[in-house]
C-alpha cells in the first residue's frame, strides 16, 4: 500500500479541516497467468486468466485523525480483470469493499459492502492467496472461506485487541417492508493471534441467501437463481437460510507454517418456489468440509505450499437420496523476483462422487474452472503477480 498521500492534500474540490492528519492509500494487485483445464465439459482448454494467485484489485484507504484516540476511515476497493478490463465482482464499480466508518479505543464501526466474519476469522487460515490459489476454495466455495460473497448495506464491528484476542461482528437488515426477517444477514467471530498459534471461529446466518447473499452484485437475478452455475448447491436456491459455522488453527515453526480448517454449511427449510427448487426438494442440505494446509520458505525468495480438503454433503432430507464427496487437492510455488513481484506454479486437482444437488452423479468442478464432464479434474496454471 504503498503510495502514501498527505496531510493537506484534499479529494475533489473539499477543503480540508483544521490541523487534522489525513492520509489516503492507493494499493493493489494484478495477477495474470495461463491455464491447462483438462477436462472442460468434455474437452481440453488453455485459457489466460486474471487472478489465479490473488483477486486483481485497487484500492483507496483513507484514515483521518479526529484526536482523542479516534479516527475517520474509508475503504473503496475495486475488483477488475487484468486480462480484459472487465470489472469484477459482477460489474459492481467497488464491488470488493466500500465502507466508511469510524475507530477509537474501543474498536472500530463501519458501514457499507463488507466482508463477513467467516472470512475475517477462518478464511484467514485457509490455503489461498500464498501459493496455492483461488482454485483452492472449497467447492463452489459453499463455505466463503474463499471470499466470494460480501455483504451489502452491513454494519459492521472489530474490536481492539486484548492480549492476543480480537472479536467483531456484521448485521445487514433485509430492508423490506413489513419482513424484518427476509433478506436479513448477521454473523460475528473471534480470533486469537499469539507468538506461533492462531486461532479462529465464526458463524454465519443469512436469511433467502439465493437473493441477499449469492445474488447481491449488479447483474444479479432478482427473481431467477443465481446460484444456477454451481452444480455442488444449485438445487438448493430456494432455500430460506445459509447457515454456516467454522473453526480454523495455524501453527508457525520457524519458516513453515501448518493449518486445519473446518466448516459446516447448511441450507436449510427448502421451500417449494418452481422457480428456484424444480425437483421440488425439501428439508435441509448440509456440507461438511474438512482442510489441512502446510506452507515453508525453503529460501527467502521461494515459497511452496500444498493442501487437502475432503467435503462431504447430504442431500436434501426430501425428494432425494444419497449424498456427494469432493476431494482436492492443491500443490504450489513461487519464485520471489523482489518483495512486490513474483512468479507462480500451481497444480490442482479434484475428485468427485456421489450424487450433487441437481440430482446427477456428481462432477468435478474445481472452483472458478468450467466444470469437467467426469468426476475428475486436473488443472495447472504460471502467472506473474504484481502488488503495489
Known amino acids: ?177 413489513g419482513d424484518s426477517q427476509r433478506n436479513r444477514i448477521y454473523s460475528f467471530g473471534v480470533g486469537y493471534k499469539q507468538g506461533p498459534l492462531a486461532l479462529g471461529a465464526a458463524y454465519l446466518v443469512a436469511r433467502n441467501p439465493n437473493f441477499s447473499y449469492y445474488g447481491n452484485n449488479p447483474a444479479s437475478s432478482v427473481t431467477g437463481s443465481n446460484m444456477a452455475s454451481v452444480p455442488i448447491y444449485s438445487g438448493y436456491a430456494s432455500a430460506q437460510t445459509l447457515q454456516t459455522a467454522g473453526a480454523a488453527a495455524a501453527y508457525t515453526f520457524g519458516n513453515a507454517t501448518a493449518g486445519l480448517v473446518y466448516t459446516n454449511a447448511q441450507f436449510r427449510d427448502l421451500d417449494s418456489n418452481a422457480a428456484l427448487n424444480p425437483r421440488a426438494l425439501g428439508g435441509e442440505a448440509v456440507f461438511n468440509t474438512l482442510e489441512a494446509n502446510f506452507r515453508i520458505s525453503p529460501i527467502p525468495t521461494i515459497m511452496v505450499g500444498t493442501s487437502y480438503a475432503y467435503t462431504r454433503g447430504s442431500q436434501a432430507t426430501s425428494g432425494a437420496a444419497g449424498g456427494v464427496t469432493y476431494q482436492q487437492l492443491n500443490v504450489g510455488a513461487e519464485y520471489f523476483l523482489s518483495k512486490r513481484t513474483d512468479v507462480y506454479a500451481v497444480v490442482f486437482g479434484q475428485h468427485a ?19 469437467s464432464s467426469s468426476n475428475t479434474q486436473v488443472a495447472a496454471t504460471v502467472g506473474l503477480r504484481h502488488k503495489f
Open 1 to 177: 500500500m504503498k503510495r502514501l498521500i498527505t496531510a493537506g492534500v484534499c479529494l475533489a474540490s473539499y477543503t480540508c479541516v483544521g490541523h487534522a492528519q489525513s492520509t489516503v492509500s492507493l494499493y493493489g494487485v494484478i495477477d495474470v497467468g495461463f491455464v491447462y483445464n483438462n477436462n472442460a465439459h468434455g474437452a481440453k482448454q488453455y485459457s489466460m486468466v486474471a487472478g489465479s494467485l490473488k483477486g486483481n484489485r485497487w484500492g483507496l484507504l483513507g484514515k483521518e485523525d479526529l484526536g482523542g484516540g479516534y479516527k475517520a476511515v474509508f475503504l473503496l476497493e475495486n475488483g477488475f480483470s487484468a486480462a480484459n478490463g472487465a470489472l469484477g465482482q459482477g460489474g459492481a464499480e467497488f464491488g470488493r469493499q466500500a465502507y466508511v466508518g469510524l475507530s477509537g479505543p474501543a474498536g472500530t464501526v463501519t458501514l457499507g459492502r463488507q466482508y463477513d466474519s467467516i472470512v475475517d476469522y477462518v478464511g484467514v487460515m485457509k490455503a489461498g492467496g500464498d501459493t496455492v490459489g483461488g482454485y483452492a476454495s472449497h467447492p463452489g466455495d459453499l463455505d466463503n472461506t474463499g471470499n466470494s460473497y460480501r455483504v451489502n448495506n452491513a454494519i459492521k464491528y472489530t474490536s481492539a485487541g486484548y492480549r492476543g484476542i480480537t472479536f467483531g461482528g456484521v448485521f445487514s437488515p433485509g430492508g423490506i417492508a
Open 353 to 371: 462422487s456421489g450424487r450433487d444437488s441437481t440430482g446427477g452423479n456428481a462432477v468435478a468442478a474445481v472452483f472458478g474452472l468450467t466444470p
